[in-house]
Every structure is written in structure tokens, then in C-alpha cells.
């Protein structure tokens, strides 16, 4: 069996675990956590395998300085990478120390047994542990090969109900976020940002005049320092209302935005088994035998994260150190990106992950990141804590990108499909810090006295990233043609949200297949059945159905179902909702069925499926980032609205678990079928075909306009 990759990078068993003298195991792993449990699914994999209690695992997550390069946490990879990385450690470390213990104890390896790290021989009755054994000591070994790994059918602890570790300090009040966080010396500063991201800075004044307050300015980065916080708010806004700026108008405008999809693509390619190709891009003629043609339309507009708590970053610059805590969840790939937009060496530097909101994607973590980092170089040797306000994180987040989907298909006289073709316009999901020569992707280095552009947007080309995410169909069709379309300009900042292109690849999919069942006079569940080969698709189906609940007079009932990256969890959502008399659409109840192989914390998948779901939910009734020529005007939870805890439908979620299958990334796999499963649940309901996200009011009445 080959390593996992993360252990074909980093092979020194050192780099993930080590024995501490008070009894205690430090597990550690490159990837952040952001709330989706990783920290507790780590822990339980490394006392399984080790055979030691969870109350002994200490989990240090990603420090550039302390931890195995994992890269970022992204794509529902944790598990999959980290996760099989750290179960290979684990059955390494365990498999070392008791051939040490046969040694000491001059016994048989195979009389030995483990319970809690203790260590008995069967023969002897002699013990010794771990920790006697290894605490304190560097293993001093390379991971070359893959030992055996205990038995599924052995597991204690791996696929049964744990607490989260990371929870009790959350709900306790304790230090558990970057933003509580005070280290001695502390400054506190605040951005003074511009009407639109790349307006000019004319005019500011210099000092305010307000003791213990300074103004930093770089060209157009304009800041202050403050000894208290709330002096440092109260500069930040009597600086704004004296900044002058020239801005450039903000165009398209949001009405304007699909057409402009359409008319400004840079670069097209077809999409073949999930991968871009630079083959011909003509589609095939629709077959002869085709005895009827729909196609239909889909637009998802810019989307916020809409992280609960706008961004943070304390950092310190002392004896050409610069130390920073970021809720990044890439804090290697934003060590590179500081290096090169400071003009540091990377050993200058040294980035430590402090949990902060949530996001699931790029929000404005990496950027107040740099902007703590330039006000600490500017009050050498204090740390600093750059806090952003609400209205920074709406209006200067990298947002999810505007997409329009365009779906045609083909019926026999059978009602099967025959034809599918499939073109996606959007801008790019990749906006990420990374080191680009000439180039960054961090806001303020765009705003400096020595600016540099944010890199160009080109076509991602690996499977399943990006606009091209989930852009393949999961079912069997005998005929496909699939295009992607970069727009490489765009009115607003993008890059990463939760799902990335999938969440509208799928929308549209979803939605579309449902519109064909209809068309061919057959039940949604059995036409999608008839074109799945893949049993496990075809088992989480049927167990959605199975399971399905009974359904309300006056509501509708809506399914849709995908594989996440065509790879990962196979999810499937069923939605009954119904649309109110003031158009309205109220969820009622949400089934979710899923596949993500062997399941590691059934809590903390489940508690993930329904997190997207909800998340998903929020982006189809409510969300979408609204401007015009003078700037972002969503800048707060009244003018950007998301679904509220009254709003959310009584959810319940099966697991198909698959102990003897790898365990498959989910985090991300129910935020795709979520929005088709909500608008066919409201044409059950209605009749009425909703393509536009979100489904407010007025697009409920808009379709139902057109009906009449």
C-alpha cells in the first residue's frame, strides 16, 4: 500500500508524533481547524491506532514552525490527507515501540499486548509503557512503508460518538479565537479602507491629535495604532471622515453582470472526465433520433462568506522576526505570500493558525494578516492586533463569483437522455495568497507606495477545481459536451467559497434533471435511477427514498443528488417546502443521505452535511452581494440577510457507512444538491421554475408573473 502524500512529503515520524514526559501524546497536523472538528476526528484516529485514551491526545494544528506542510485546509481534504497521514503515524509509532517493549521486557513482540499505552506480555505478566518506552525521547525514524493498520471490526473509538475537543473553550468563554487573544505590549490598530478597492488615496491628515494614537500611511494603506481598542475605532472613523480619495466607478453593475458573462470570456475549454483539455471545442450534432430538446438557464450571483466575526491578525516584528497568529487556512502558503510581499526571507518568518470565524474558503483572513503585519514593522517591537469592522469584511472580502450555466438536452422516445451539453461562464475561484513575482493576492499590497497588481486570472487546468467543479454530470449519458468559461475581469474581488463551482455546476444539474423527469412524464427519483450506474450513487438514492418522510397538504417535495468532486461523499438532499401567500418559501423539513465511506466522528460528519446544508440554504433564499458605481452597498446583516435560526427546517441525516471503504471528504458535499432540491421542491409546490439565485419574494413573484 503506497503512503498517504502528506507522508510521502514529510516521512519523519517526529514531524506528527511524539510522547510527552506527563503521560500525554502531541498529535500534530498541518491542517487549521475552522470549525469543522478536525482537531477531534485527528485525536481519534491517533488513539485508535495508537491504542491510547482520547483524553491523552493532544492535537497541535498547523504552525509553520511546528507541524508537517499540509499545504491549506481545503476541498474536504483533512480527513482524507491528514487524517490517513496521521492513522499511518500512529500504526508506525505503535508498531516501534513494541518491538522496543519485547526488548526491555526480553518477551515475544507477538505476547504483547496494549491497553492505554500500557504495554503487558501474556507470557510474562511484565509490563512497561509507552512513556517509559519513548516520553521525551525523538523517535528518530522514517515512515518508508505502510505497517498494518487495525481492523475496522477492532475499533473503539474511531465511528462512535466523542465530544469535540475544541468546543469547551468556545462555550466556556476562554481564549479559543485570534480576536481574544492578548499578548503584553499590546497595540490595536484599524484600516482605513477606500470607497472601492482600487481607489487612490489624495489626501489624509498625519497625526489626529489623540494621545497614544498614530496614523500609518503607505501610499494609499492608511491605518492607525492605538494603545486601547476603542481608541483605535474611534481614530479609524474621525481619519475616514477626513480621507479623500479618487475611486474608479464600479462597473458592470449587478443587473448588467450575466450579459457580461457571456460577452467577455478569455478562455474556453471542454471539460472531459472532469478535466479541462485544449482539444476541439464544436459540439457534436444532437442526435437524429432526439424526440424532444429542453434548455434552460441558471445564474448564481456574487456571495459573500459572511464569516460571523470580521477578520483579525495579531502579529509582532522583533529581531527581524515577524510572528504572526492568523485564522488562515493556509498558513504556509500565506508564510510564502508575507515573505514576498515584505520583501522578507521566508525563515524571517513564522505563522501560527489562531482559530477565528469560520468561513470555509478565502475570506478577509490572509489580507488583515499582511495589514497586522505592516502596522507591526511600524511599531517594532509591540504586537499588534488589526481587527477589521463588519462593513470591511462585506465590502473587501474576496466574494464567490458570479456564474450564469447554460443546459441543453436531449430526449428519446423513451425519455432517456441521449444528449447533454453543459457551458459555464464565471470568474475565477482562485484568488488566493500565493507567491507570484511582480504580483499579489493580498489586498493591501495593492494600496502601498510600491503597489503590486493582484496575479492574473487564467484558466485552473487540474480535475475538478474551480468553474469546472462538479461540471460533470454523475450520471450515464451517451453523449456529452461540456465547456468551461473563464471571464478573467471582474467588477469585484473573487475567490474561494465553500464548494467552489460546484455549488452552481450542481444547482443546474439538479434542477435540470428534474425539469427533463417532468418533461418525460416520469418520477424524479426513478428517472435519475435510470441513468446511475454507480451502486453507491444508485444506494444513496434509494435510502433517500426510503427513508423520506410524509408529506404536508400544500408542500412540495424537491430531491437532487451529487458526488462531491465526483470523488468524494455521494450526498443526496430531500427538501419539502412550501411558498406562503406573501411569496415566501418556507422549509419544512430536509432528509439527507450520504456516503462518505468509513465514518471517523458521526457527529462531526453529520454536524458538516448539515452545516451545508444550511449554508446553502441561506445562499439560495437569501444571499447575494448588491453594489453600485460608488461601492459595495451589502455592508451589514440588514442589507445582506442570511437564513436565521427560525428559518431553518427540521433536518435529520442517515449515513451509509462503509467501514471497510477509505473515508472520503464531506464537508462540502451537501452545499450542491441543496439549491436544486429547495427549487424542485417549489415547482412541486407551485408549478413555477425558479433558475435566478436567491429565491426572494419578488423572483417568486416574477416567475409567477410570467405564468399568468
Given at each position: 500500500?503506497?503512503l498517504?502524500?502528506?507522508?510521502e512529503r514529510?516521512p519523519e515520524?517526529d514531524?506528527?508524533i511524539?510522547?510527552?514526559?506527563?503521560?500525554?501524546?502531541?498529535?500534530?497536523?498541518g491542517?487549521?481547524?475552522?470549525?469543522?472538528?478536525?482537531?477531534t476526528?485527528?485525536?481519534m484516529i491517533?488513539?485508535e491506532e495508537?491504542?491510547v485514551s482520547?483524553?491523552?491526545i493532544r492535537?497541535q494544528?498547523a504552525?509553520?514552525?511546528?507541524?508537517p506542510?499540509?499545504?491549506?485546509?481545503?476541498g474536504?481534504?483533512s480527513?482524507?490527507d491528514?487524517g490517513?497521514?496521521?492513522r499511518v503515524?500512529?500504526?508506525?509509532?505503535?508498531?516501534?515501540l513494541?518491538?522496543l517493549?519485547?526488548?526491555?521486557l526480553?518477551v515475544?513482540?507477538a505476547?504483547?499486548?496494549?491497553?492505554d499505552g500500557?504495554?503487558?506480555?501474556?507470557?510474562?505478566?511484565e509490563q512497561?509503557?509507552?512513556w517509559?518506552l519513548?516520553?521525551?525521547?525523538?523517535?528518530?525514524i522514517?515512515?518508508?512503508?505502510t505497517p498494518?493498520?487495525?481492523?475496522?471490526?477492532?475499533?473503539?473509538?474511531?465511528g462512535?460518538?466523542?465530544?469535540?475537543?475544541?468546543?469547551?473553550?468556545?462555550v466556556q468563554?476562554?481564549?479559543?479565537?485570534?480576536?481574544d487573544m492578548?499578548l503584553p505590549?499590546?497595540?490595536?490598530g484599524?484600516?482605513?479602507?477606500?470607497?472601492v478597492?482600487h481607489?487612490?488615496l489624495?489626501?489624509?491628515?498625519?497625526?489626529l491629535?489623540m494621545?497614544?494614537?498614530?496614523?500609518?500611511?503607505?501610499g494609499?494603506?492608511?491605518?492607525?495604532?492605538?494603545?486601547r481598542?476603542?481608541?483605535?475605532?474611534?481614530?479609524?472613523?474621525?481619519?475616514a471622515?477626513?480621507?479623500?480619495?479618487?475611486a474608479?466607478?464600479l462597473?458592470p453593475?449587478?443587473?448588467?453582470?450575466?450579459?457580461?458573462?457571456?460577452?467577455n470570456?478569455?478562455a474556453?475549454?471542454?471539460?472531459?472526465?472532469?478535466?479541462?483539455?485544449?482539444?476541439?471545442?464544436?459540439?457534436?450534432?444532437?442526435p437524429?433520433?432526439a424526440a424532444?430538446?429542453?434548455?434552460?438557464?441558471?445564474?448564481?450571483?456574487?456571495q459573500m462568506?459572511?464569516?460571523?466575526?470580521?477578520?483579525a491578525?495579531i502579529?509582532q516584528?522583533?529581531?527581524?522576526?515577524?510572528?504572526?497568529?492568523?485564522?488562515s487556512?493556509?498558513v504556509?502558503?500565506?508564510?510564502?505570500?508575507?515573505?514576498d510581499?515584505?520583501e522578507?526571507?521566508?525563515?524571517q518568518?513564522?505563522?501560527?493558525h489562531?482559530?477565528?470565524?469560520?468561513?470555509y474558503?478565502?475570506n478577509?483572513?490572509?489580507?488583515v494578516?499582511l495589514?497586522?503585519?505592516l502596522?507591526?514593522m511600524?511599531?517594532e517591537?509591540?504586537?499588534?492586533?488589526?481587527q477589521?469592522?463588519?462593513?470591511?469584511?462585506?465590502?473587501?472580502?474576496?466574494?464567490?463569483?458570479?456564474a450564469?450555466?447554460d443546459?441543453?438536452?436531449s430526449?428519446?422516445?423513451?425519455g432517456?437522455?441521449i444528449?447533454?451539453?453543459?457551458?459555464?461562464?464565471?470568474f475565477?475561484h482562485?484568488?488566493?495568497?500565493?507567491?507570484?513575482?511582480g504580483?499579489?493576492?493580498?489586498?493591501?499590497?495593492?494600496?502601498?507606495?510600491?503597489p503590486?497588481?493582484?496575479?492574473?486570472r487564467?484558466?485552473?487546468?487540474?480535475?475538478e477545481?474551480?468553474?469546472h467543479?462538479?461540471?460533470?454530470?454523475?450520471?450515464g449519458?451517451?453523449?456529452?459536451h461540456?465547456?468551461k468559461?473563464?471571464v478573467?475581469?471582474?467588477?469585484l474581488r473573487?475567490?474561494?467559497?465553500?464548494?467552489?463551482g460546484?455549488?452552481?455546476?450542481?444547482?443546474?444539474?439538479e434542477?435540470?434533471?428534474?425539469?427533463?423527469a417532468?418533461?418525460?412524464?416520469?418520477d424524479?427519483?426513478?428517472?435519475?435511477?435510470?441513468?446511475?450506474s454507480?451502486?453507491r450513487a444508485?444506494?444513496?438514492?434509494?435510502?433517500l427514498?426510503?427513508?423520506?418522510?410524509?408529506?404536508?397538504d400544500?408542500?412540495g417535495?424537491?430531491i437532487?443528488?451529487?458526488?462531491?468532486k465526483?470523488?468524494?461523499?455521494?450526498?443526496?438532499?430531500?427538501v419539502?417546502?412550501?411558498v406562503?401567500?406573501d411569496?415566501q418559501?418556507?422549509?419544512?423539513?430536509a432528509?439527507i443521505?450520504a456516503?462518505?465511506g468509513l465514518?471517523i466522528?458521526?457527529?462531526?460528519?453529520?454536524?458538516?452535511?448539515e452545516?451545508?446544508?444550511?449554508?446553502?440554504?441561506s445562499?439560495?433564499?437569501k444571499e447575494?452581494v448588491?453594489?453600485?458605481?460608488e461601492?459595495i452597498?451589502?455592508?451589514?446583516?440588514?442589507?445582506y440577510p442570511i437564513?436565521?435560526?427560525?428559518e431553518v427546517?427540521?433536518?435529520?441525516?442517515?449515513?451509509?457507512?462503509?467501514?471497510?471503504e477509505?473515508s472520503l471528504?464531506?464537508?462540502?458535499?451537501?452545499?450542491?444538491p441543496?439549491?436544486a432540491?429547495?427549487?424542485?421542491?417549489?415547482?412541486?409546490?407551485t408549478g413555477?421554475r425558479?433558475r435566478?439565485?436567491?429565491?426572494?419574494?419578488?423572483?417568486v413573484?416574477q416567475?409567477?408573473s410570467?405564468t399568468?
Amino acid at each position: 500500500m503506497s503512503l498517504p502524500s502528506p507522508l510521502e512529503r514529510e516521512p519523519e515520524l517526529d514531524r506528527w508524533i511524539a510522547f510527552n514526559e506527563d503521560g500525554t501524546v502531541t498529535v500534530c497536523t498541518g491542517k487549521a481547524e475552522i470549525g469543522q472538528g478536525i482537531r477531534t476526528a485527528i485525536a481519534m484516529i491517533a488513539a485508535e491506532e495508537l491504542d491510547v485514551s482520547l483524553d491523552r491526545i493532544r492535537v497541535q494544528t498547523a504552525d509553520t514552525a511546528r507541524t508537517p506542510n499540509e499545504f491549506i485546509t481545503a476541498g474536504s481534504m483533512s480527513v482524507e490527507d491528514s487524517g490517513s497521514a496521521v492513522r499511518v503515524a500512529g500504526a508506525t509509532a505503535r508498531a516501534y515501540l513494541l518491538t522496543l517493549a519485547a526488548e526491555v521486557l526480553g518477551v515475544n513482540p507477538a505476547t504483547l499486548s496494549v491497553e492505554d499505552g500500557s504495554v503487558t506480555s501474556t507470557d510474562t505478566n511484565e509490563q512497561t509503557d509507552f512513556w517509559t518506552l519513548q516520553g521525551g525521547h525523538p523517535f528518530g525514524i522514517s515512515i518508508r512503508e505502510t505497517p498494518a493498520l487495525k481492523a475496522a471490526q477492532d475499533y473503539r473509538i474511531v465511528g462512535h460518538r466523542q465530544h469535540r475537543l475544541d468546543i469547551p473553550d468556545k462555550v466556556q468563554g476562554n481564549v479559543a479565537f485570534v480576536h481574544d487573544m492578548i499578548l503584553p505590549h499590546m497595540r490595536y490598530g484599524r484600516l482605513v479602507k477606500p470607497p472601492v478597492p482600487h481607489a487612490r488615496l489624495l489626501e489624509a491628515p498625519t497625526s489626529l491629535s489623540m494621545s497614544g494614537v498614530d496614523v500609518i500611511r503607505d501610499g494609499s494603506f492608511l491605518a492607525v495604532i492605538a494603545d486601547r481598542e476603542e481608541d483605535a475605532a474611534a481614530a479609524a472613523a474621525k481619519l475616514a471622515a477626513s480621507a479623500r480619495w479618487d475611486a474608479i466607478p464600479l462597473s458592470p453593475l449587478p443587473a448588467e453582470v450575466p450579459a457580461y458573462l457571456r460577452k467577455n470570456v478569455s478562455a474556453s475549454l471542454p471539460v472531459r472526465d472532469g478535466k479541462p483539455e485544449e482539444e476541439d471545442a464544436t459540439p457534436p450534432p444532437v442526435p437524429a433520433d432526439a424526440a424532444r430538446t429542453l434548455t434552460a438557464s441558471y445564474y448564481r450571483p456574487y456571495q459573500m462568506h459572511g464569516a460571523m466575526g470580521p477578520s483579525a491578525a495579531i502579529a509582532q516584528f522583533m529581531n527581524g522576526v515577524l510572528t504572526v497568529f492568523s485564522h488562515s487556512q493556509g498558513v504556509e502558503i500565506l508564510k510564502l505570500a508575507l515573505a514576498d510581499a515584505l520583501e522578507l526571507d521566508e525563515d524571517q518568518i513564522h505563522v501560527i493558525h489562531a482559530e477565528g470565524a469560520g468561513c470555509y474558503g478565502h475570506n478577509g483572513a490572509d489580507d488583515v494578516a499582511l495589514d497586522a503585519a505592516l502596522l507591526a514593522m511600524a511599531a517594532e517591537p509591540d504586537p499588534v492586533r488589526a481587527q477589521w469592522t463588519r462593513a470591511d469584511e462585506h465590502g473587501f472580502e474576496p466574494y464567490a463569483p458570479a456564474a450564469v450555466l447554460d443546459l441543453q438536452a436531449s430526449l428519446d422516445a423513451d425519455g432517456r437522455i441521449i444528449d447533454w451539453r453543459h457551458e459555464s461562464f464565471s470568474f475565477s475561484h482562485n484568488g488566493r495568497p500565493r507567491p507570484t513575482p511582480g504580483f499579489s493576492n493580498l489586498q493591501s499590497s495593492w494600496w502601498r507606495a510600491e503597489p503590486r497588481a493582484p496575479a492574473p486570472r487564467v484558466p485552473a487546468r487540474f480535475p475538478e477545481v474551480g468553474i469546472h467543479r462538479n461540471l460533470e454530470p454523475i450520471y450515464g449519458f451517451a453523449q456529452k459536451h461540456l465547456m468551461k468559461h473563464l471571464v478573467a475581469e471582474s467588477p469585484l474581488r473573487t475567490s474561494s467559497l465553500r464548494s467552489l463551482g460546484a455549488f452552481a455546476n450542481v444547482f443546474a444539474i439538479e434542477s435540470f434533471m428534474d425539469e427533463l423527469a417532468h418533461a418525460a412524464g416520469q418520477d424524479p427519483f426513478e428517472f435519475r435511477l435510470a441513468h446511475l450506474s454507480d451502486p453507491r450513487a444508485r444506494t444513496v438514492l434509494t435510502t433517500l427514498r426510503d427513508h423520506a418522510p410524509s408529506l404536508s397538504d400544500g408542500t412540495g417535495r424537491g430531491i437532487a443528488l451529487a458526488r462531491y468532486k465526483n470523488r468524494q461523499t455521494w450526498c443526496a438532499i430531500l427538501v419539502d417546502a412550501r411558498v406562503t401567500d406573501d411569496a415566501q418559501i418556507r422549509l419544512e423539513q430536509a432528509l439527507i443521505t450520504a456516503d462518505a465511506g468509513l465514518v471517523i466522528d458521526p457527529d462531526g460528519i453529520v454536524n458538516q452535511l448539515e452545516g451545508g446544508f444550511i449554508q446553502a440554504a441561506s445562499w439560495t433564499l437569501k444571499e447575494a452581494v448588491d453594489w453600485d458605481a460608488e461601492g459595495i452597498t451589502t455592508r451589514d446583516w440588514e442589507s445582506y440577510p442570511i437564513l436565521r435560526f427560525s428559518e431553518v427546517p427540521d433536518i435529520e441525516t442517515v449515513l451509509v457507512d462503509r467501514p471497510l471503504e477509505r473515508s472520503l471528504g464531506a464537508g462540502e458535499a451537501s452545499t450542491g444538491p441543496t439549491p436544486a432540491a429547495i427549487a424542485n421542491a417549489v415547482f412541486a409546490a407551485t408549478g413555477l421554475r425558479l433558475r435566478t439565485l436567491p429565491f426572494t419574494p419578488d423572483r417568486v413573484r416574477q416567475a409567477a408573473s410570467k405564468t399568468d
